[in-house]
């Protein structure tokens, strides 16, 4: 609400696009821009300037390049300072970016609020701030929705003890300064910093598990790929449970990707059937091919299908060589029919291989099993687990307030200043589960403490 | 033929409220009329006589630096001063004076009786002379308040009424399985008043407050007691005042006894609280003794406080002993404890049961929204202490004189000050129990110092027409001072000579950095570094007072104030700058104003519980929406938008 604070997005759908924006509003949006990217030439009003993609190593690597547009404050969408980061469209260089911003002092955008941001200022009309309102209505639901499964959830039981703890040691100090003529003992440096770092253990914990609970949310890609008709478009109508991909005994059938979201003992995966690996015989082929390698860097795990009944063509000797140590697992398919000798050269030894028929539906269980060990590969499957980058945020900022309280202390801070930084650590704690109001700390005081002189 | 009286403002009840209001007013230039049950009692101290304390310090300078009265008046009959806090960081210092009780009133009603254009009256309020107002907008007042009707048949007209009732408000004393109708103890209680307002249909609730039994002093063996005295050099609430005129005495710490507690245990079912007799909420952070002892029933002992009521009486108060209880089990709790076996009490303690109306009814103006010209101040808005009536009799009297002098009213921060917090929490949230002012109510807490409160305030007072010339040319003279002060600590350095000599000459460091940037560093203090400062001191004419008492070796508590602010502000800048920023951003949503015609019940997405809430509140901007408990940060947005939407659907 604040136009003083500078929110930064994706803005562009997930997944891969042709081209992804990453937008920054607010008045440090041209200053954070500054240091994501290496600009040719200065931003200037309503201008696109090229620039290059850094990333957060010392010295900053350029790792992709992009088009930079600058709309200056109030001449813009929000009509604060507005710009836009139009990147190759790969999710990896996307989140990077908005990563940086959001360490560089941006807050992630509330869904909507680039564009409440331009209501409030005017720069829309009436029907449209109408569907801006209706967007925010959802939002108000989605929050309380999501308030309510976060309360019970296994997220808010992991951080309910250590957000216990922390509101403990505001009320502790909080009492100390309120009610200082009352026989309270007055914490020590030494009991301040044990309780501060006995809060900071559980939360590192809760930040490293960001990286797998993060499946959860967002879900993973599993690329289907192989030579033309090894069955990848039947094993993955299998997968949908339904006819999804066209199926003919015609090899080279499939042109396109195909996708489909389907999920996995609650594990949101995105499918994605592609052409057959072969040498073009005409240009849609072609195209579509490229595609196929394209889905296959991007993919989080590959599915190679192999035809049982055959050996192994120089293709498929190439497909293999592209998964070396990527989440991959092989399937021979066909395995109703007889089949071909042991493939040479042996596949690898470090991946899963998994015998099925599409047609029979042999070996299915087996494969989803497999794939499901592939997608929580062991992080995810930790309960509680960070999911949403919010919420990463909000940890990671947590963390820092309870450092630099801890330092101060050290020093021997004033209390109330200590108490600046634990109550906006506990700020970013209630992101996690939910609000904590002045009566909330006084109430731990009342009932902690015997208060009254 | 009723004999009637005529005036601009009418303050009902001379309290700690009643008595800020009505000079306020007065010094504002309107006819004030001051109406009190009786003359003798004006800004009695009902409970403990003290004034101050953590949090409640901070209100009485800033109802100074406003141009109030309470601290010049605490000033002048203080027997006993401690600055609070002082191992905390100075954003927290709180001063609290131990006071005559008897000259309080006095001192308060020459103050009140020195005031031009303000007319004190003893008569009791029977009733309020109410007119429908017609044509009134949606969500305005419909009814307007004319005048007061007297019991002794009298009709008293005025524009705008103030009312201060404290806790006469059908107020009901509690003394063991003893129960009467009072005020006050042996005072009468409003009851007529009462019945008027509840007419009024405003909503009410019923609230709780305590006090402890007076011994007579004669009868104490004070060897038995540590003793507590105050500080040396008084820190007084005034900017205003240059002394502390009083003898100075000693309070008296004391703890109970393991028979102590037990007499109270085989007695608490005999508590008014505990028999279920007492409706009202009770303040939590004012428990009675017995309250104590069953809630925490681990801790074996309790403190409390032998305070002096004043100099020239023997009557002794027990902070923290604050009970309910029968006449003869306090009696029997008062000689358990060593020293006290030959005690006498002069009277017990007792609770008293009052009517206080929901804060929400009010403005920040402190006016109730549905009838123009009725503003309601102190303990009927829900809140405890004379510090909270007192700041809150102030801001009522300024706006019923600046509504009637067709001005903008006045409203405070939640950043400029905790006068501003306590209203905006009370008409915001209301309250279920006695509010009482904490420092950990204030967001921006590190702002709201007793040594910055005159910058805070002062020139609203003086644009008020509250601060007279003198103490304005003195705040001006403080405000060169500290911009002076604070140039030369930014400009100069110290010699190695001058850090060997201040004890520093180890911290290698330090060698090359400026006075400003050495205060930075955690182990060094202002204070005892100024002799080192002399020079530059000597320099800068603002500074000679300065340089003067630093030569003599005897800085006053005054000018000790003034070193603190320079130095606070250069010591903990980080702190106060992450400070500003959350101002700055709670500022972007305060700028944000509802217009009253907003219609809440056509705004899809709000739930009802929180239509009814901002139905009731009204809140005046977005940001005071948000504080209102149970509206979310979506629902704020959602308002937000629907002030466009509506507006434009009512301009086509």
Redesign the interface.
Known sequence: MSPVETIAAISTPPGRGGIGIVRLSGRDACPIAGKLVELRAPLAHAHARLAWVLDDSTPPRRIDEAVVTFFSAPNSYTSDDLVEIAAHGSPVVLDLLLRRALGLGARLAQPGEFTERAFLSGRIDLTQAEAVRDLIDAKTLAQARQAASQLGGALSLRVQPVKRALLELIALLEAGIDFAEDDLSVATTEEIARRINGLLPPLEALEKSFAGGRILHDGLTLAIVGRPNAGKSSLFNRLVERERAIVTATPGTTRDLVTERISMDGIPIELVDTAGVREALEEVEKIGIERTHQALADASIVLVVLDATAPLNGDELKLLRAIEGRAALIVRNKCDLPRAASPQPPLPSSLAVVETSALTGGGLTELRAVILKLATGGAAAEPGALTTLRHRDAVRLALAALKKSAEANVQHTPHEMLLLDLHSALEQLDELTGQTSTEDVLNLIFSTFCIGK | MSFTEQYDIAVVGAGHAGCEAAVAAARMGLRTALITMNLDLIAQMSCNPAIG???KGHLVREIDALGGIMGQVADSVGIQFRL??T??????W?P?AQCDKALYRVKMRELLEAQAGLHIRQAEVSGLVIGELTNAAPNQAARRITGLKLRDGRILNARAIIITTGTFLNGLIHCGEERYPAGRSGEPASVLLGEALRALGLRTCRLKTGTPPRLDGRTINWDAFEEQPGDADPTPFSFRTKSIPQRQVSCHIAYTTPRTLEIIRANVHRSAMYSGQIEGVGP????SIE??IV??PD?TQ????LEPEGLNTHEVYV??M?TSLPMEVQHEIVRSIPGLEHAEMLRPGYAIEYDSVDATELDHSLRVKSIEGLYLAGQINGTSGYEEAACQGLVAGINAALWLKGSQPFTLGRDEGYTGILIDDLISKGTNEPYRM????AEY??HLRIDNADRRLTPYGRKLGLVDDAAWAEFEEREIFRMAFGSLLNATKPTADDLRAAGLGDLTSINGLGWAQLLKR?QVSLEPLLPFLLSGLKMQPALHKLAAAVEAGALTSALRNQVRTVETEIK?AG?LE??RKSI??MK??ES?EIPTWLDYGII??LSREMKEKLERVRPAT?GQAGRI?GV?P?????I???I??QA??RAS
Do not use: W
């Open positions: 304390g953590v949090a609070l806090n191992s905390r960081g100075p954003a927290v709180s609290r939590r952070y004012c428990p309250d104590k809630k925490f801790k309790h403190q409390f406080f902070n923290g604050s904490f420092t950990s109510r807490r590190l955690p903990f702190y992450q400070q700055e951003k972007a949503a944000v899809s997405g977005i408990p979310t979506a629902a704020v947005s959602l937000h938008v629907s466009r939407i434009a659907k």
